[in-house]
């Protein structure tokens, strides 16, 4: 069945350090795939999805890369902030709803 | 535009008792879909709403039921509560629905059971 594989938790990180989260999937068909982000006390928000391999969704300085070969999703921002903390969700749609993975808490500390 | 709003935030029931949480969806989303967040299972699919009938159904027991009204609005129902069902439930919207399309979530509310 359908699933995502998510990077364990929690990742603490420096102000301005270079920050990725793994993500695999496995899927039937060609899924979408999205990260979400959720701050403190909040819903989840979409942060960047792709929609095909080789598509690279784009928000906020995070970039992620739908590739097929590897079936992976990985999350990545060249220079974190403080207000990036949070917890990161990938998450792929099946054939009727979104799968999650378990989620990633982010601390960066100045 | 309004957020997904979900009511109320915080509920603590106990054992054997029932609940409702209420959902409203961006205006003019017709999709509605619910979410069990829990520390052990993370996030799971309940089911969806779209424009009143119930499209998808994930893999929980029938004491976990919904409906959608005219006005898109969607109400949850848990009756005979398990210290398990604790939890944050989660709603999202989206003006079609469908799993490739974006979901915007409520804030959630979170579920104590004693």
């Known amino acids: 069945g359908d699933s995502v594989t998510q990077m364990e938790g929690p990742v603490t990180l420096s102000e301005e350090a270079f920050l990725t989260i793994n993500c695999t999937y496995t899927?039937?068909?060609?899924?979408?795939l999205f990260w979400y982000v959720q701050y403190p006390g909040e819903g989840l928000q979409l942060l960047l999805k792709?929609?095909?391999?080789?598509d690279k969704g784009s928000n906020k300085g995070f970039e992620a890369t739908y590739r097929k070969e590897t079936t992976s999703f990985h999350l990545e921002k060249g220079s974190v902030q403080v207000s990036d903390s949070a917890v990161y969700f990938c998450?792929?749609?099946?054939?009727?709803?979104?799968?999650f993975g378990t989620g990633t808490r982010l601390t960066v500390i100045p | 535009k309004a957020g997904v709003t979900q009511t109320p935030r915080y509920l603590i029931k106990t054992r054997g008792q029932q609940v409702t949480l209420s959902c409203s969806p961006i205006?003019?989303?017709?999709?509605v879909s619910w979410y069990q967040q829990t520390p052990g299972q993370g996030l799971q699919f309940l089911f969806e709403?779209?424009?009143?009938?119930?499209?998808n159904k994930g893999n929980f027991p029938g004491r976990f039921s919904g409906r959608q009204f005219s006005n898109s609005r969607s109400e949850m129902n848990v009756s005979t509560l398990e210290l398990g069902d604790s939890a944050l439930y989660l709603c999202?919207?989206?003006?079609?629905?469908?799993?490739?399309?974006?979901?915007?979530f409520g804030p959630g509310t979170r579920l104590t059971v004693l």
């Open positions: 792709a929609t095909k391999a080789d």
């Open positions: 899927a039937t068909g060609y899924p979408s």
């Open positions: 205006s003019g989303h017709r999709s």
């Open positions: 709403y779209f424009s009143e009938t119930q499209r």
């Open positions: 999202a919207s989206s003006p079609e629905g469908g799993a490739r399309n974006e979901q915007f």
């Open positions: 998450a792929l749609s099946g054939a009727n709803n979104l799968f």
